[in-house]
């Protein structure tokens, strides 16, 4: 089945889907958004991403997270500074903050006077990420269901303890990413960005990374046009080296084991 969506998706035309609903309409639509109206994003509205994003999987039904709405202009102010002066931090009428939260679970032990000592590990301290990630990427499809955009605030990862002073964080939590939300504002220039081709990232039985990495260079260009429309430079390749080069390209978060130590989070 051919749709512009479908082809948008992946910068290619000959891009098809064999099925189509309203559902992978809005998740083949989904883009960043960046710059919004000076509408509001109700109460109502709020609740009920809300309840998109309890609606998540989550393992062995922990619920290891929780999420803080942020509206007061000063506060998504301060936060705008520490996540690299992104702008639209500050703008958007909603900002939530996702928490990956095994506090909640630690003061469920203190309460019972029961040991919880599996927290300290690695796997619990995945659970809250992976499961933090799960609900917030449920709210944005409900997002856009309103007809509200939103764009991921990974930057607060650059300096988790001052956004847990902000937020006034309990022990054993960190701010995972943010989540900017509002209605988009029709002028930005800005398009649904290609992603890797399937046969670069679908495995039919065992992994074949020769035959998935030769989709690679065809990527490269499709991107690379795509950058060039909206006055960007490179291609994936060069952005994926340069992203991965060394801790100096990282803005702080080569440091996120000790500074997860710090917040009770050890990860052992």
């Known amino acids: 089945m051919s749709d512009t969506l479908v082809t948008d998706r992946y910068g290619d035309p000959d891009a098809r889907l064999g099925v189509l609903t309203d559902t992978l309409r809005l998740q083949l639509a989904r883009r960043s958004v960046r710059r919004f109206t000076a509408r509001d994003v109700t109460e109502d509205e709020l609740i009920a991403l809300i309840a998109a994003a309890q609606s998540a999987p989550t393992s062995s039904n922990l619920q290891p997270w929780s999420v803080i709405a942020v509206r007061d202009p000063k506060r998504r102010a301060r936060l705008a500074a520490l996540a690299g002066?992104?702008?639209?931090?500050?703008r958007a009428p909603l900002l939530l903050v996702w928490i990956a939260d095994l506090g909640r679970a630690?003061?469920?032990?203190?309460?019972?006077?029961?040991?919880v000592a599996a927290a300290?590990?690695?796997?619990?301290?995945?659970?809250?990420f992976v499961?933090?990630?799960l609900a917030a990427q449920n709210a944005v499809l409900a997002a856009e269901s309103l007809g509200l955009g939103s764009v991921f605030v990974g930057a607060f990862r650059n300096h988790p303890e001052r956004v847990a002073a902000e937020l006034r964080l309990?022990?054993?939590t960190v701010a995972a990413f943010g989540l900017a939300v509002g209605e988009p504002d029709p002028s930005?220039?800005?398009?649904?960005?290609?992603?890797?081709?399937?046969?670069?990232?679908?495995h039919r039985e065992v992994y074949d990374a020769a035959a998935?990495?030769?989709?690679?260079?065809?990527?490269?260009?499709?991107?690379?046009?795509?950058?060039?429309r909206y006055g960007l430079g490179g291609d994936w390749s060069q952005r994926v080296l340069t992203r991965l080069r060394g801790p100096e390209?990282?803005?702080?978060r080569h440091r996120l084991r000790e500074i997860l130590d710090r917040l009770g989070l050890p990860s052992r």
């Open 85 to 90: 002066e992104q702008i639209f931090v500050e």
């Open 131 to 133: 499961d933090t990630a």
């Open 120 to 128: 300290d590990y690695l796997e619990s301290t995945l659970i809250g």
């Open 188 to 202: 930005e220039a800005a398009g649904v960005k290609p992603r890797l081709p399937q046969a670069a990232v679908l």
């Open 170 to 172: 309990p022990p054993h």
């Open 212 to 228: 998935a990495d030769a989709h690679i260079p065809a990527y490269d260009r499709r991107l690379a046009a795509y950058h060039r």
């Open 106 to 115: 630690r003061r469920l032990g203190e309460r019972a006077g029961t040991a």
């Open 249 to 252: 390209s990282m803005a702080g």
